[in-house]
């Protein structure tokens, strides 16, 4: 089973339920963080296999940790350390499989194995990233990356 709360249907067919619950939720809602909140609260109770799942917010070079579930984590990573610092300074998702195998990674908890990392702009201006670790090793893959991105285009829809 690909979800916690057992949802039926292939791997998209989940996820597109999952882009339309969270439109549900964020539409006309006009505090950011709110919907970030909630956001983190339905990948948390979707995403099955992973131990942390969240946001960093952009203040200048550096991100600050937002709405999550999980964890207590990093409060600031620089732009370009570990894999979200390198997402927000690249502005390209990041998708490993392996932590350890990664240059600089930041270990916030010793059980993530794999993280994805989906930057989140607004007029090609960052404005933070959608964090998301696992346990397991390559847990994440390319239909990950593709609807992950798709959660993140409807966040930056409803930003104020």
Request: glycine share 8%; with cysteine.
């Amino acid at each position: 089973m690909f979800s916690k709360v057992g949802y039926s249907g292939t791997k998209e067919e989940q996820y597109s339920l999952v882009l339309k619950q969270l439109e549900s939720l964020i539409e006309g809602v006009d505090d950011n963080i709110s919907n970030l909140a909630n956001a983190s609260a339905l990948l948390g109770q979707f995403l099955e296999d992973i131990n942390w799942v969240g946001f960093y917010l952009t203040k200048g070079k550096t991100l600050y940790l937002g709405p999550f579930q999980g964890l207590p984590a990093c409060t600031l990573i620089p732009f370009g350390r570990g894999v979200c610092g390198t997402a927000a300074e690249t502005k390209e998702t990041q998708l490993i499989p392996n932590v350890h195998e990664f240059p600089g990674h930041i270990a916030c908890d010793a059980a993530s194995q794999s993280e994805i990392v989906v930057p989140m702009c607004v007029d090609n201006e960052l404005i933070g990233v959608l964090d998301i670790d696992s346990p397991i090793l390559d847990r994440f893959d390319e239909i990950d990356r593709h609807y992950l991105e798709k959660f993140v285009e409807i966040i930056i829809k409803n930003w104020n």
